[in-house]
């Protein structure tokens, strides 16, 4: 059996700066992502924005991970474009992974796993709409640490989700760092978990083979956390059905 293919979204051309004499602009990921998937068995390839041959991207990989990053257009969900603590927007990013999600979900034929940015893209693209900056409506923002953006948290896991059939508990603790976050789920998906706070941190499209998206960064402590790693091992799973 073959291993299974798995594209990894990536970030805009400019989203994060990288130290170069040559060169500007570069599609990044960070190697967590592709560290996690090599240990649950699959081949990563990256998938960089501004692609317009969508099903070309589809015919050639298993599965699909959509990475973290910036914030989303709010202009998608009616939000507030002129929020202060909006980050910088990158339409390419956004145009493309409206498009690549949108075929997957479509396809059905594609398992596919959407983290932190990923699981916004995902309730957006349903019709659900986002909180701009969780600290204005849970000032703690338990969701960032407070001398960096990453934190520990707990995630309390719905009993019979697909997610809780993933990762073998009721509670998990996740790496976090995400300052946006659901406010309105859409009515084609199913919550997953929750923080304490009431924040979601995951959901699932229930006619989706294999559709699992969590709002926390299950790469970052999957190589010593099993609970983590079975999400990716799921994925890779999913693919040999």
Same mark, same amino acid.
Request: hydrophobic residues 40%; glycine residues 8%; aromatic residues 6%.
């Given at each position: 059996?073959?291993? =299974?293919?798995?594209?990894?979204?990536?970030?805009?051309?400019?989203?994060? !700066?990288?130290?170069?004499?040559?060169?500007? +602009?570069?599609?990044?990921?960070?190697?967590?992502?592709? +560290?996690?998937?090599?240990? /649950?068995?699959?081949?990563?390839?990256?998938?960089? =924005?501004?692609? @317009? %041959?969508?099903?070309?991207?589809?015919?050639? *990989?298993?599965?699909?991970?959509?990475?973290?990053?910036?914030?989303? +257009?709010?202009?998608?969900?009616? $939000?507030?474009?002129? &929020?202060? !603590?909006? $980050?910088?927007? +990158?339409?390419?990013?956004? @145009?493309?992974?409206?498009?690549?999600?949108?075929?997957?979900?479509?396809? !059905?034929?594609?398992? *596919?796993?959407?983290?932190?940015? $990923?699981?916004? *893209?995902? %309730?957006?693209?349903?019709?659900?709409?986002?909180?701009?900056?969780? /600290?204005?409506? &849970?000032?703690?923002?338990?969701?960032?640490?407070?001398?960096?953006?990453?934190?520990?948290?707990? /995630?309390?896991?719905?009993?019979?989700?697909?997610?809780? %059939?993933?990762?073998?508990?009721?509670?998990? !603790?996740?790496?976090?760092?995400?300052?946006?976050?659901?406010?309105? *789920?859409?009515?084609?998906?199913?919550?997953?978990?929750t923080a304490a706070d009431g924040i979601v941190e995951a959901l699932e499209v229930a006619d989706h083979p294999f559709c699992i998206a969590v709002q926390w960064h299950p790469e970052?402590?999957?190589?010593?956390?099993?609970?983590?790693? %079975?999400?990716?091992?799921?994925?890779?799973?999913?693919?040999?059905?």
């Amino acid at each position: 059996m073959s291993a =299974p293919i798995i594209g990894i979204t990536t970030y805009g051309r400019t989203e994060k !700066k990288v130290p170069s004499e040559a060169d500007d +602009d570069f599609f990044t990921v960070p190697t967590a992502y592709v +560290d996690a998937v090599r240990r /649950a068995g699959g081949v990563p390839v990256l998938l960089p =924005p501004g692609e @317009e %041959n969508i099903d070309g991207w589809l015919n050639t *990989v298993d599965g699909v991970v959509f990475a973290g990053g910036a914030d989303i +257009d709010p202009t998608y969900y009616n $939000g507030d474009v002129d &929020h202060p !603590k909006l $980050g910088s927007k +990158d339409t390419e990013r956004d @145009e493309t992974e409206f498009a690549l999600l949108r075929a997957v979900l479509y396809r !059905k034929d594609k398992p *596919v796993l959407l983290i932190c940015r $990923g699981l916004q *893209v995902l %309730n957006v693209l349903s019709g659900g709409t986002l909180h701009e900056h969780i /600290a204005d409506v &849970h000032p703690e923002n338990i969701h960032q640490g407070t001398e960096t953006i990453w934190t520990l948290q707990n /995630a309390d896991i719905v009993d019979g989700s697909k997610l809780f %059939n993933v990762v073998g508990q009721d509670v998990v !603790k996740t790496m976090s760092g995400h300052h946006q976050g659901v406010r309105d *789920v859409a009515d084609e998906l199913s919550v997953a978990a929750t923080a304490a706070d009431g924040i979601v941190e995951a959901l699932e499209v229930a006619d989706h083979p294999f559709c699992i998206a969590v709002q926390w960064h299950p790469e970052m402590t999957a190589d010593v956390d099993q609970s983590q790693q %079975n999400i990716f091992d799921a994925l890779i799973k999913a693919c040999h059905s």
